[in-house]
């Protein structure tokens, strides 16, 4: 059973520092990019970062470049985003993805999400 369990997730001050990590299961870790995402309240959902399988290669949104960072274990099939100087327009549902394609076709998992929300 694929499983994909976000954690980490809370209220936090503007300038504030957060996290997030996301425990994966039931597939082969190591073969997938892994990505979080963010959907705020009547917004698009939208890529925030993503690693490679084997996390030499990383990518961001522009809004966030410079203060997140996606980072890897594939040790302990968990892919994590640590969140710096937060702002009030980064509150939304963080989720994480699994995604693999291959010459079989593509695959992708999403974990349930978790709230961040950024607030004085």
């Known amino acids: 059973q694929v499983q994909l369990v976000e954690s980490g997730g809370g209220l936090v001050q503007p300038g504030g520092s957060l996290r997030l990590s996301c425990a994966a299961s039931?597939?082969?870790?190591?073969?997938?990019?892994m990505s979080w995402y963010r959907q705020a309240p009547g917004k698009e959902r939208e890529l925030v970062a993503r690693?490679?399988?084997?996390?030499?290669?990383?990518n961001y949104a522009d809004s966030v470049k410079g203060r997140f960072t996606i980072s890897r274990d594939n040790a302990k099939n968990t892919v994590y985003l640590q969140m710096n100087s937060l702002k009030p327009e980064d509150t939304a549902v963080y989720s994480c993805?699994?995604?693999?394609?291959?010459?079989?076709?593509?695959?992708?998992?999403w974990g349930q999400g978790t709230q961040v929300t950024v607030s004085s």
């Open positions: 993805n699994a995604h693999s394609s291959t010459g079989w076709g593509t695959r992708d998992y």
């Open positions: 039931g597939f082969t870790f190591r073969s997938y990019f």
């Open positions: 690693i490679t399988n084997g996390g030499g290669s990383t």
